[in-house]
C-alpha cells in the first residue's frame, strides 16, 4: 500500500496531443483500441520509459510508430504498462511526436465498482473521475495530461440505439449484423476523468438554450424509459444555471450541445464530463408525487454544480488531485449562491452551515482531518470529502467576504483570463484573487496547508463612562494527525452591535482601524484586543454574523441575551443560531441533571421564545421550521470532549417532547394553518408552509398521542405530494405508533415501482431510533427492494443506519456495530469506494465511553483483518484507529 504526496509532485515526462478511441461493445465484454499522438515533455526530464496508467486490463497488441511490439520491449504490471522507447528502432522520441495504438479487452458488465465502463441496468457507461480511465484503455491517468479527444462508438443498434460521448457528433451509421457506429469529437483539451461515454436504450427530453450572444445549445437529457415526465425540472434547473452563470459571472456555454443521462447505478452524485453530464437518477428525476421539495431543490443544486464545472473545472482544470479543492471548494460555493438566489439566502446558509458544524467539524476534529489541500493519501477517491468540498467553499465565501462582490469578480475574471485551457494549482486561484484586487492574501494561504477547526474565543468588556467596548479575541487551532502548532488564521469576523431596540450600532475602532472593513473584524493573531469607541450604550454581540468563516465561536452569551437576539438580530443566520445556542445550552443543562442523578427540568423562559418565534409573521415558514429545529445531536457531540450519548439522547428527547407539551395548542394551530389540502402549489409560499407545517407536525407526533398519530396518518394518507407524505412517513416510522408496520407496508405496495420513492421507505424505516430497528435492518437487506451493488440502497440501508441513526448504531449491546461491519465485509470488494464511505461511521469512536470505544475498535480491527482488503477500506480503517 503506498501513499502519494503532494510535494512529490513531477510534471508528465510524456504529453499526448491527440487520442482517438474505438470502442467495440457487447454485452459481455469490450474491445477498447487506443491511437495517441505522444511527445516528450519539454518541460520534463526525458527517459527511456514511457508508463502508462492501467488496471483490470486484459492487453491484446501494442505498437508504436507502426511496429507492433515484441515482449523485450514493455512490461505489463497490475497497475502499469511500461514501454522502453529507447528498445524501438529508428524511434527518436525526443525529438518528434509518435504515435501509440493499444488495444485491451474489458469486461464492463463484471464492473461492481461502478469505476471505469460499466453496465447499469443494461446501458453501458462511465465514471472516470479521479482514477478510473485507467480502467478502460492504457493511458497518462492525470490531470495534468490534457488532449483532443475522438471517440468511435460501435454497439449492437436494438439493444443500444443511443451512442454518446462528449463534445460534436460527427458521423454515424450502420453496421453488418444489426450494429451501428456513432464518432464523436471534443474540440476542447481535457484530461481522461472527464472522459465519458454512454450507450443503451433511453427515452429523450430535448430542448435549447439561447447564450447571451445568441449562440443556440441543444440540451438533452437521457433518462430510463418511462421517466420522461419527471425530467422537465432538471431541464429547467440546467437552463436556469446557463443563465445565472452568464448574470453573475460572465460564463457562457462552449460546445453546441450538452448532454445529461441518468443512471441508477452510481457512486455519488454526479459527474460533470465536458458536454456529456452523468447523473445518479436521484438528482435527476423529480416530479411531485414522487420527490420532495428538498429533493427539487437538491436536484437543481446539483444540475447547476455539474454545469458550473465546465468553467471552473473542465476549462481550468486541476494540475494533480491535492488541487481538487481548486475545482470543488469554487464550484460548491458557486451552487451555494445559485441556490441561494433562487431561494431564499438565509435559508440556504443556514442549511449549508449546518453541514459544516455536524459533518465537517467532525472530519476536521477526527482521525481523517485533512487541509482543503491535503498532502497525501492512499485512494484519492476517499478525499471527495466535506473538508474538501463544504470547508472548500468556506474557503471560497471568505474571499468574497474580504473582496466583496466585485473584487471576488475581478478575481475570477482574471483567473479565467490567466489559466483558461490549463491545469493550475489552488495558488494560482489565490495569486489571482491577490494580483487582481492588490490584495495581501499571504496569512490568508493557511486556510489551505493547515487542517482543523480554528476555536475563536470572545470576552467583551463595556466601559460605560467612555462609551468604550473592548473585545479580547483570541484564535487557536487544535492539532491534527501530523499537523501541530498551528499558525494564525486570518479569520473575518462579522459582527454587529446591537441596542436595546435591536438596531445595529455604529461600528468604529480607537486605533488601528484597518482592522474593520464595514463591518468585517480582521482577526489575525493568536490574541488581539478591538477597542470600539462611541458605543452608545451597553451592546448585546452578534458575533460571527453570516457564519463568516468556519471556526468555533465562544462567548459567554447569558440566556437574556440570546433569547434577544433570536427575536431581534438583523442578521437571520445569528437569529437562528441564537436559538441553536438556546436549545443547546438547556440540552447540556439536562445533560448534567441527568449526570447528578436528578430529574431533568424544562426551563420555562424557552416557552416565551419559541411561542414569540413561532407566531412573527414577518418570518419565511422555511426560516421558521429551522429556527424551531432542536440542534443536531451530530453537531452537538462536536461541541463536547467526550459524550455520554444516553444523557445527550435523552435530553434531547426530552426538550422536544416538553416543547411539545408546552405549546401543544400553538404547534396544532399553526400545522392547521398551514399544512394545505387541495390542488398542489410548488410556489416559495407553498414551500415555506409545507416545511413549517412539518416542523410543527414533527412536534405533535412528539406527544405520542392518538390524536397526534391522526393528523400524521391521515397528511401521509391524503397527501397529493411527496414532501407531505414522506414527513409523515419519517415521524410515524420513528415514533412509538402502533400501527407502523401497516403503514410501512401499504407505502411500499404503493410506491413499490418508483425505486427513489423505495428508497425513502428503507431509509425511514432505518432510521427508526426505537429499539427493533436493528432486526429490522437486518431484515431490509434481505429484502427484494434492497440490493447491495446499488450504492443507493446501500446509503438508504445501511448509510441511513449509520449515519443518522445515533441511538440504534450506536446500541450499548455493539449490534449496531456488527451489523455495520457485516455489511462493510460484504461490499468492500464488491464496491470499495461505498464501502470505505460506510466505514467513515466509525471514524468518531473516540467521542464516546470506554465500552462503545472498546466494541466500534474491535469492529475496525476486525475490517483490517479482511483478506484481499480494498485501500479504499484500508485507508479510512487504518487511520481511524491511528
Ligand atoms: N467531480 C465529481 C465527483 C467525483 C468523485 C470521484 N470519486 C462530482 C462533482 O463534484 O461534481
Ligand atoms: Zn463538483
Not at 349 to 354: P, T
Request: proline share 3%; aromatic share 10%.
Amino acid at each position: 500500500i503506498s501513499v502519494k504526496y503532494r510535494k512529490d509532485y513531477k510534471p508528465s515526462a510524456f504529453l499526448i496531443n491527440k487520442v482517438s478511441l474505438n470502442f467495440e461493445l457487447f454485452d459481455d465484454y469490450a474491445i477498447v483500441t487506443a491511437r495517441m499522438m505522444l511527445q516528450a515533455n519539454p518541460a520534463a526530464e526525458s527517459s527511456g520509459a514511457l508508463v502508462l496508467d492501467g488496471e483490470e486490463l486484459e492487453l491484446q497488441g501494442i505498437e508504436v510508430a507502426g511496429q507492433k511490439l515484441v515482449q523485450e520491449q514493455y512490461e505489463v504490471d497490475s497497475e502499469q504498462l511500461t514501454i522502453w522507447l529507447n528498445k524501438i528502432d529508428g524511434l527518436d522520441y525526443q525529438q518528434a511526436s509518435f504515435e501509440l495504438v493499444t488495444k485491451v479487452k474489458i469486461y464492463p458488465a463484471q464492473n461492481t465498482s461502478l469505476e471505469g465502463l460499466y453496465l447499469s441496468s443494461e446501458k453501458f457507461c462511465t465514471q472516470c473521475e479521479a482514477e478510473g480511465f485507467r480502467k478502460i484503455t492504457y493511458y497518462l491517468d492525470r490531470p495534468d495530461v490534457m488532449s483532443t479527444f475522438t471517440v468511435r462508438i460501435e454497439a449492437e443498434k436494438k439493444k443500444y440505439p443511443h451512442l454518446l460521448s462528449n463534445g460534436n457528433q460527427i458521423e454515424h451509421g450502420s453496421l453488418a449484423n444489426g450494429r451501428h457506429y456513432a464518432i464523436w469529437q471534443d474540440p476542447f483539451r481535457k484530461p481522461s476523468y472527464l472522459f465519458a461515454l454512454c450507450a443503451g436504450d433511453y427515452d429523450l427530453l430535448e430542448d435549447h438554450f439561447t447564450t447571451r450572444s445568441g449562440r443556440e445549445i441543444k440540451l438533452e437529457i437521457y433518462v430510463d424509459k418511462g421517466k420522461l415526465e419527471q425530467c422537465h425540472h432538471a431541464m429547467e434547473s440546467l437552463k436556469k444555471s446557463m443563465a445565472w452563470d452568464e448574470e453573475v459571472f460572465g460564463l457562457e456555454y462552449d460546445l453546441d450541445i450538452y448532454m445529461i443521462v441518468a443512471v441508477g447505478d452510481f457512486n455519488m452524485g454526479a459527474m460533470e464530463n465536458k458536454g456529456l453530464n452523468i447523473f445518479n437518477t436521484k438528482y435527476v428525476l423529480a416530479h411531485p408525487e414522487t420527490a420532495t421539495d428538498q429533493d427539487f431543490e437538491d436536484v437543481e443544486a446539483v444540475i447547476a454544480h455539474e454545469y458550473f464545472h465546465n468553467w471552473t473545472g473542465n476549462r481550468v482544470t486541476c494540475r494533480d488531485w491535492f488541487q481538487l479543492s481548486l475545482k470543488e471548494g469554487l464550484t460548491v460555493f458557486r451552487d451555494q449562491q445559485f441556490t441561494a438566489d433562487q431561494t431564499d439566502h438565509a435559508v440556504k446558509r443556514i442549511e449549508d452551515v449546518k453541514v459544516i458544524r455536524s459533518h465537517q467539524f467532525a472530519e476536521d476534529a477526527g482521525p481523517m482531518a485533512h487541509p482543503i489541500r491535503p498532502d497525501s493519501y492512499i485512494e484519492m477517491n476517499n478525499f471527495y470529502t466535506v473538508t474538501v468540498y463544504n470547508k472548500g467553499a468556506e474557503v471560497i465565501r471568505m474571499y468574497h467576504t474580504l473582496l466583496g462582490t466585485d473584487g471576488f469578480r475581478r478575481g475570477m475574471d482574471l483567473y479565467f483570463e490567466r489559466f483558461d485551457g490549463q491545469a493550475v494549482t489552488c495558488e494560482d486561484f489565490v495569486s489571482a484573487m491577490e494580483d487582481a484586487n492588490d490584495y495581501d492574501l499571504i496569512q490568508f494561504r493557511r486556510w489551505y496547508s493547515q487542517a482543523g477547526t480554528p476555536e475563536v474565543t470572545v470576552t467583551s468588556e463595556y466601559d460605560e463612562l467612555h462609551k468604550k467596548l473592548t473585545l479580547q479575541i483570541g484564535q487557536a487551532c487544535p492539532d491534527t494527525p501530523g499537523q501541530s502548532n498551528k499558525q494564525p488564521f486570518h479569520i473575518p469576523l462579522k459582527l454587529g452591535l446591537l441596542d436595546k431596540d435591536g438596531n445595529d450600532l455604529p461600528l468604529e475602532l480607537a486605533s488601528n482601524k484597518e482592522q474593520l472593513t464595514g463591518d468585517i473584524l480582521h482577526l489575525t493573531e493568536a490574541e488581539q484586543t478591538f477597542e470600539f469607541v462611541g458605543v452608545s450604550h451597553k451592546p448585546v454581540l452578534s458575533l460571527l454574523r453570516n457564519f463568516s468563516a468556519p471556526v468555533r465561536l465562544f462567548y459567554d452569551y447569558n440566556d437574556q441575551e440570546l433569547a434577544f437576539l433570536y427575536a431581534h438580530d438583523k442578521d437571520s443566520f445569528n437569529r437562528w443560531e441564537a436559538g441553536q445556542r438556546l436549545f443547546a445550552r438547556v440540552i447540556w443543562q439536562l445533560c448534567a441533571e441527568q449526570e447528578a442523578g436528578e430529574p431533568m427540568q424544562f426551563p420555562l423562559h424557552l416557552v416565551n421564545a419559541v411561542q414569540n418565534l413561532l407566531s412573527d409573521e414577518s418570518l419565511d415558514g422555511r426560516f421558521k421550521a429551522l429556527a424551531l429545529t432542536l440542534p443536531d445531536i451530530k453537531a452537538l457531540i462536536e461541541e463536547v470532549e467526550r459524550v455520554n450519548l444516553d444523557h445527550l439522547i435523552a435530553a434531547h428527547d426530552f426538550l422536544k417532547r416538553e416543547l411539545a407539551k408546552q405549546l401543544e395548542m400553538d404547534w396544532l394551530v399553526h400545522y392547521q394553518a398551514n399544512h394545505h389540502v387541495g390542488a398542489f402549489k410548488q410556489d416559495k409560499a407553498a414551500i415555506a408552509k409545507r416545511a413549517f407545517a412539518g416542523v410543527c407536525l414533527s412536534y405533535l407526533v412528539a406527544l405520542d398521542k392518538p390524536k397526534a398519530y391522526e393528523l400524521a396518518v391521515s397528511q401521509l394518507v391524503n397527501s397529493n405530494n411527496m414532501t407531505d407524505a414522506e414527513t409523515a412517513l419519517q415521524l410515524l416510522m420513528h415514533s412509538n405508533y402502533s400501527q407502523k408496520e401497516q403503514i410501512a407496508d401499504d407505502f411500499y405496495r404503493k410506491w413499490q415501482n418508483e425505486e427513489l420513492v423505495v428508497n425513502k421507505w428503507l431509509s425511514a424505516q432505518a432510521t427508526d431510533p426505537t429499539d427493533s430497528t436493528i432486526e429490522r435492518v437486518k431484515g431490509l437487506i434481505e429484502h427484494p427492494a434492497f440490493d447491495i451493488k446499488n450504492p443507493n440502497k446501500v446509503r438508504s440501508v445501511v448509510g441511513a443506519f449509520a449515519g443518522s441513526n445515533l441511538p440504534q448504531f450506536h446500541r450499548n449491546d455493539g449490534k449496531g456495530y456488527v451489523f455495520l461491519a457485516e455489511q462493510i465485509k460484504q461490499l468492500y470488494s464488491v464496491n470499495p469506494q461505498t464501502a470505505a464511505r460506510l466505514t467513515g461511521a466509525f471514524n468518531r469512536w473516540k467521542k464516546f465511553d470506554d465500552e462503545r470505544q472498546r466494541l466500534m475498535c474491535e469492529q475496525l480491527q476486525g475490517i483490517l483483518q479482511l483478506p484481499d482488503l480494498s485501500k479504499d477500506v484500508y485507508e479510512i480503517a487504518s487511520k481511524a484507529l491511528g
